[in-house]
Protein backbone atom coordinates (compact mmCIF):
# COMPACT_ATOMS: atom_id res chain seq x y z
CA UNK A 1 0.00 0.00 0.00
CA UNK A 2 1.06 3.22 -0.58
CA UNK A 3 1.54 5.21 2.05
CA UNK A 4 3.81 7.85 4.18
CA UNK A 5 6.42 6.09 6.83
CA UNK A 6 8.17 8.35 9.71
CA UNK A 7 11.38 6.94 11.63
CA UNK A 8 11.22 6.25 14.48
CA UNK A 9 8.03 6.42 16.36
CA UNK A 10 9.39 7.64 19.19
CA UNK A 11 12.86 9.49 19.82
CA UNK A 12 14.40 10.94 23.08
CA UNK A 13 17.28 13.12 22.84
CA UNK A 14 19.25 15.45 25.31
CA UNK A 15 18.99 19.00 25.85
CA UNK A 16 21.20 20.91 23.01
CA UNK A 17 21.65 17.46 21.53
CA UNK A 18 20.72 17.51 17.46
CA UNK A 19 18.63 15.37 16.40
CA UNK A 20 17.15 13.99 13.08
CA UNK A 21 13.76 12.91 12.11
CA UNK A 22 12.84 11.03 8.71
CA UNK A 23 10.09 10.40 6.15
CA UNK A 24 9.28 8.47 3.56
CA UNK A 25 6.68 8.30 1.29
CA UNK A 26 5.56 5.84 -1.49
CA UNK A 27 3.04 7.89 -3.24
CA UNK A 28 5.29 9.53 -5.54
CA UNK A 29 4.40 13.23 -4.15
CA UNK A 30 5.59 16.12 -5.04
CA UNK A 31 5.37 18.31 -2.18
CA UNK A 32 6.31 17.04 1.74
CA UNK A 33 5.20 18.87 4.72
CA UNK A 34 6.29 18.87 8.21
CA UNK A 35 3.91 20.05 11.10
CA UNK A 36 4.92 20.44 14.90
CA UNK A 37 2.01 19.38 16.58
CA UNK A 38 2.25 19.93 20.51
CA UNK A 39 0.10 18.44 23.67
CA UNK A 40 -3.85 18.97 22.82
CA UNK A 41 -3.23 21.25 19.72
CA UNK A 42 -3.83 21.55 16.52
CA UNK A 43 -0.59 20.60 13.99
CA UNK A 44 1.37 23.73 13.18
CA UNK A 45 3.17 23.97 9.61
CA UNK A 46 6.71 24.34 10.24
CA UNK A 47 7.49 24.12 6.41
CA UNK A 48 7.20 22.50 3.15
CA UNK A 49 9.10 20.71 0.06
CA UNK A 50 8.08 21.27 -3.24
CA UNK A 51 10.25 19.10 -5.43
CA UNK A 52 13.47 20.71 -4.34
CA UNK A 53 11.92 24.02 -3.65
CA UNK A 54 12.08 24.60 0.13
CA UNK A 55 9.47 27.25 1.79
CA UNK A 56 10.13 27.94 5.37
CA UNK A 57 7.04 29.34 7.70
CA UNK A 58 7.65 32.71 9.00
CA UNK A 59 6.97 31.70 12.42
CA UNK A 60 9.47 28.69 12.64
CA UNK A 61 12.51 29.02 14.28
CA UNK A 62 15.66 28.94 13.24
CA UNK A 63 16.43 25.37 15.21
CA UNK A 64 14.74 24.03 12.83
CA UNK A 65 16.03 22.71 9.49
CA UNK A 66 14.70 20.33 6.50
CA UNK A 67 16.90 18.60 3.92
CA UNK A 68 14.81 16.79 1.04
CA UNK A 69 17.70 14.48 -0.97
CA UNK A 70 14.91 12.82 -3.27
CA UNK A 71 11.32 12.79 -4.05
CA UNK A 72 11.02 9.73 -1.55
CA UNK A 73 12.64 11.41 1.88
CA UNK A 74 12.24 13.99 3.66
CA UNK A 75 14.47 15.03 6.82
CA UNK A 76 13.73 17.34 9.88
CA UNK A 77 16.45 18.40 11.83
CA UNK A 78 16.89 20.10 15.08
CA UNK A 79 19.59 21.29 15.80
CA UNK A 80 19.79 21.98 19.82
CA UNK A 81 16.79 21.06 20.99
CA UNK A 82 15.39 22.83 24.06
CA UNK A 83 12.66 21.63 26.30
CA UNK A 84 9.97 23.29 24.34
CA UNK A 85 10.86 20.97 21.49
CA UNK A 86 9.40 18.40 22.87
CA UNK A 87 6.03 17.50 20.59
CA UNK A 88 4.99 14.93 17.94
CA UNK A 89 6.42 15.87 14.47
CA UNK A 90 4.21 14.56 11.76
CA UNK A 91 5.17 14.44 7.72
CA UNK A 92 2.54 14.91 5.01
CA UNK A 93 2.58 14.64 1.32
CA UNK A 94 0.09 15.92 -1.44
CA UNK A 95 0.30 15.25 -4.85
CA UNK A 96 0.42 18.62 -6.02
CA UNK A 97 1.08 22.11 -4.74
CA UNK A 98 -2.02 23.87 -4.96
CA UNK A 99 -4.76 25.31 -2.84
CA UNK A 100 -7.30 22.46 -1.81
CA UNK A 101 -5.01 19.71 -1.80
CA UNK A 102 -5.39 16.71 -0.15
CA UNK A 103 -2.81 16.19 2.81
CA UNK A 104 -1.57 12.29 3.42
CA UNK A 105 0.02 12.30 7.07
CA UNK A 106 2.46 9.77 8.71
CA UNK A 107 2.24 8.42 12.28
CA UNK A 108 4.66 10.93 13.59
CA UNK A 109 7.43 10.96 15.39
CA UNK A 110 7.22 11.65 19.20
CA UNK A 111 10.28 13.99 20.49
CA UNK A 112 11.16 14.03 24.18
CA UNK A 113 14.03 16.34 24.76
CA UNK A 114 15.98 15.86 28.80
CA UNK B 1 -7.63 35.41 7.89
CA UNK B 2 -9.02 32.07 8.01
CA UNK B 3 -10.39 30.41 11.03
CA UNK B 4 -11.80 27.56 12.02
CA UNK B 5 -13.39 26.90 15.10
CA UNK B 6 -14.60 23.45 17.06
CA UNK B 7 -16.23 24.22 20.18
CA UNK B 8 -16.90 21.44 21.09
CA UNK B 9 -13.24 20.33 22.98
CA UNK B 10 -14.22 16.94 24.62
CA UNK B 11 -17.65 14.45 23.86
CA UNK B 12 -18.66 11.42 25.65
CA UNK B 13 -21.02 8.96 24.52
CA UNK B 14 -21.88 5.36 25.00
CA UNK B 15 -21.41 3.53 22.30
CA UNK B 16 -24.28 2.99 19.48
CA UNK B 17 -25.74 6.69 19.83
CA UNK B 18 -25.58 9.39 17.70
CA UNK B 19 -22.88 12.12 17.80
CA UNK B 20 -22.24 15.19 15.81
CA UNK B 21 -19.16 16.97 15.98
CA UNK B 22 -19.42 20.48 15.12
CA UNK B 23 -17.18 22.65 13.00
CA UNK B 24 -17.53 26.36 11.67
CA UNK B 25 -15.34 28.53 9.87
CA UNK B 26 -14.46 31.77 8.73
CA UNK B 27 -13.00 32.68 5.36
CA UNK B 28 -12.97 35.63 2.76
CA UNK B 29 -12.47 33.20 -0.12
CA UNK B 30 -14.91 32.45 -2.71
CA UNK B 31 -13.84 29.03 -3.22
CA UNK B 32 -12.35 26.63 -0.35
CA UNK B 33 -11.95 23.02 0.83
CA UNK B 34 -12.92 21.56 3.65
CA UNK B 35 -11.50 18.51 5.39
CA UNK B 36 -12.19 16.29 8.57
CA UNK B 37 -9.11 14.32 10.09
CA UNK B 38 -9.15 11.86 12.44
CA UNK B 39 -6.69 11.24 15.03
CA UNK B 40 -6.39 8.25 17.28
CA UNK B 41 -4.21 7.64 20.39
CA UNK B 42 -1.43 6.64 17.72
CA UNK B 43 -1.05 9.94 16.22
CA UNK B 44 -1.21 9.36 12.59
CA UNK B 45 -3.51 12.13 11.36
CA UNK B 46 -6.14 10.00 9.41
CA UNK B 47 -7.97 11.28 6.19
CA UNK B 48 -11.85 11.43 6.09
CA UNK B 49 -12.94 13.80 3.94
CA UNK B 50 -12.13 16.55 1.54
CA UNK B 51 -15.04 19.04 0.68
CA UNK B 52 -15.07 21.73 -2.28
CA UNK B 53 -17.21 25.31 -1.21
CA UNK B 54 -19.26 24.75 -4.46
CA UNK B 55 -20.73 21.23 -3.56
CA UNK B 56 -23.27 21.46 -0.54
CA UNK B 57 -24.39 18.03 -1.06
CA UNK B 58 -24.20 16.05 2.09
CA UNK B 59 -22.21 13.21 2.15
CA UNK B 60 -22.63 9.82 3.57
CA UNK B 61 -19.81 7.02 4.35
CA UNK B 62 -21.04 4.19 6.17
CA UNK B 63 -21.52 5.32 9.68
CA UNK B 64 -20.25 8.61 8.91
CA UNK B 65 -22.31 11.78 7.29
CA UNK B 66 -21.34 15.29 7.02
CA UNK B 67 -23.02 18.24 6.66
CA UNK B 68 -22.10 21.29 4.87
CA UNK B 69 -24.14 24.76 5.19
CA UNK B 70 -22.41 27.48 3.61
CA UNK B 71 -25.33 30.26 4.30
CA UNK B 72 -24.13 29.40 8.44
CA UNK B 73 -20.20 28.48 7.56
CA UNK B 74 -20.27 25.25 9.14
CA UNK B 75 -19.42 21.89 8.09
CA UNK B 76 -20.68 19.26 10.47
CA UNK B 77 -19.70 15.55 10.67
CA UNK B 78 -22.08 12.72 12.39
CA UNK B 79 -21.05 9.37 13.34
CA UNK B 80 -23.98 7.00 13.53
CA UNK B 81 -24.06 4.19 15.79
CA UNK B 82 -20.64 4.79 17.38
CA UNK B 83 -18.25 2.37 18.76
CA UNK B 84 -15.69 2.48 20.93
CA UNK B 85 -13.13 2.55 17.76
CA UNK B 86 -14.45 5.96 17.03
CA UNK B 87 -12.61 7.26 20.32
CA UNK B 88 -9.99 9.71 18.57
CA UNK B 89 -9.67 13.45 18.67
CA UNK B 90 -11.54 14.97 15.09
CA UNK B 91 -9.59 18.27 13.62
CA UNK B 92 -11.88 20.08 11.23
CA UNK B 93 -9.73 21.81 8.99
CA UNK B 94 -9.80 24.77 5.97
CA UNK B 95 -7.33 25.44 2.67
CA UNK B 96 -7.67 28.01 -0.03
CA UNK B 97 -8.96 26.93 -3.30
CA UNK B 98 -6.56 29.44 -5.00
CA UNK B 99 -2.57 30.07 -3.80
CA UNK B 100 0.34 27.72 -4.99
CA UNK B 101 0.73 25.72 -1.69
CA UNK B 102 -1.89 23.52 0.18
CA UNK B 103 -2.09 25.98 3.46
CA UNK B 104 -4.27 23.93 5.73
CA UNK B 105 -5.82 26.13 8.65
CA UNK B 106 -6.84 23.47 11.41
CA UNK B 107 -9.48 23.82 14.23
CA UNK B 108 -8.43 22.85 17.94
CA UNK B 109 -10.29 19.27 17.71
CA UNK B 110 -12.48 17.44 19.53
CA UNK B 111 -11.78 14.56 21.72
CA UNK B 112 -14.37 12.22 21.42
CA UNK B 113 -14.33 8.93 24.04
CA UNK B 114 -16.93 6.37 23.17
CA UNK B 115 -17.47 4.20 26.31
CA UNK B 116 -19.32 0.78 26.77
Known amino acids: DAMVIQNPRYQVTQFGKPVTLSCSQT?????MYWYQQKSSQAPKLLFH???????NEADTPDNFQSRRPNTSFCFLDIRSPGLGDAAMYLC?????????????FGPGTRLLVL | AQKVTQAQTEISVVEKEDVTLDCVYE???????LFWYKQPPSGELVFLIR??????QNEISGRYSWNFQKSTSSFNFTITASQVVDSAVYFC?????????????FGTGTRLQVTL
Open chain 1, 49 to 55: YYDKDFN
Open chain 2, 27 to 33: TRDTTYY
Open chain 2, 93 to 105: ALSPRTGTASKLT
Open chain 1, 92 to 104: ATSGRLAGGETQY
Open chain 2, 51 to 56: RNSFDE
Open chain 1, 27 to 31: LNHNV
